[in-house]
Every structure is written in structure tokens, then in C-alpha cells.
């Protein structure tokens, strides 16, 4: 299964970002299988004529999602649990809530304040 990948470099998302969602868009929808080895950072970087720098910060965030595990010399692998990102968003819109209830927001001003944040964060361009 290979990876596919293309950078733009008129979109106005960064070249990691694209690449981090490009690989985590394959993994969650089956087309990279759980693991899957990645290419190195630096062979990738090369193959996308990147900096090696910009191929690390995409991986770096991909195993902060929880899509990918690196295995030290071994390589980065996808990830098993597609459902690991769920699962964090869930533990984190819980911490929200008990921090919003402690500040004494009522539960419609902490929704907005979620949905504020949930479309600010949807509508910016990296």
C-alpha cells in the first residue's frame, strides 16, 4: 500500500499540515492499515522535496494524535485504535465541562464557548 502524498505550495495550509492530515486522513479512512510502516522522515522529505524539519513536525503531531507510533530505529508505524483521536477528544471536552461548571458557567454558555472555539479553530487557515 503505498502513501500517497502531494504537497501545494500555493494552499494556504503549511507543507506539515498537509502532510500530517494527508496521513491521517489515509490512516482513519483504511487506506494506510494499522502498521503500516512510514517512510523515514528523511526519505519522505526528500521524495516531497521538504525539509526533513517539516516531515518531523508532520510525524511529531501525527503520534500526538495518536495515528502513528514510532518505534524508535525501527520506524514510525499507523497506529492501532483508530478510535484513539475520539477517545481524547472525549477525556478533553470532559475537562472542559468539569472546568466550565467550576467557573460557574451555565450549561448553555459553556456550549457556546465550545462552539466558538470549535469553529475557530475549523475556520483558521495554518
Known amino acids: 500500500m503505498p502513501l500517497s502524498i502531494t504537497v501545494d505550495p500555493d494552499a ?20 494506510l492499515p494499522v502498521g503500516h510502516r512510514l517512510p523515514t ?8 522535496g521538504l525539509a526533513a524539519n517539516t516531515v518531523a513536525k508532520a510525524y511529531r503531531a501525527l503520534e500526538a494524535d495518536g495515528v502513528i507510533e514510532t518505534r524508535g530505529r525501527h520506524g514510525s508505524f499507523i497506529a492501532a485504535g483508530g478510535d484513539t483521536a475520539a477517545r481524547e477528544a472525549a477525556s478533553a471536552a470532559r475537562s ?3 472546568r466550565a461548571r467550576r467557573l ?19 475556520d483558521r487557515r495554518d
Open 12 to 31: 494556504p495550509a503549511a507543507p506539515y499540515e498537509q502532510v500530517r492530515a494527508q496521513i491521517a486522513e489515509q490512516a482513519r479512512g483504511g487506506g
Open 41 to 48: 522522515v528523511r526519505g519522505l522529505a526528500e521524495e516531497l
Open 96 to 98: 472542559y465541562a468539569r
Open 104 to 122: 460557574g458557567l451555565d450549561r448553555a454558555a459553556a456550549l457556546a464557548a465550545a462552539g466558538e472555539a470549535v469553529a475557530a479553530e475549523y
